[in-house]
């Protein structure tokens, strides 16, 4: 089964959130064993960053993106957020964990909307 390019885990549990992330980014290596995966984290987030690292790269190897405490990600990871998906790359894995609450709401609404797979 092929990794989609959007995935949403979602839950408290930060043990299984974990071991859910482990697997799909396993999943992404099985077709692109080369992937970089790229984390970033809510706190600290810098505007622009997402589009940064989603950005091409000169040798146009696969990358995974982990986007760790969207409910704790402020107005510039979810603007940047919403703008990638909007037009995400091609040859981008997007993950993004989300622990519980209703931050981000819109985030979450526009990956289901999207097609991302949701792991619960």
Do not use: C, W
Request: charged fraction near 25%; charge should be negative; glycine fraction near 10%.
């Amino acid at each position: 089964m092929s990794t989609p390019s959007l995935v949403l885990v979602q839950g408290p549990e930060a043990v299984l959130a974990d071991r859910a992330l482990e697997q799909v980014v396993a999943d992404v290596r099985v077709t692109s064993p080369e992937v970089e995966v790229v984390t970033l984290r809510a706190e600290g987030y810098e505007e622009g960053e997402l589009g940064v690292h989603a950005s091409p790269s000169l040798f146009g190897e696969d990358k995974a993106i982990v986007v760790r405490g969207l409910h704790e990600a402020g107005e510039a990871l979810q603007q940047d957020l919403l703008g990638y998906l909007a037009d995400p790359a091609d040859d981008v894995t997007l993950i993004v964990l989300h622990g519980s609450g209703n931050r981000g709401k819109k985030v979450l609404d526009t990956l289901k909307k999207s097609g991302a797979r949701v792991i619960d």
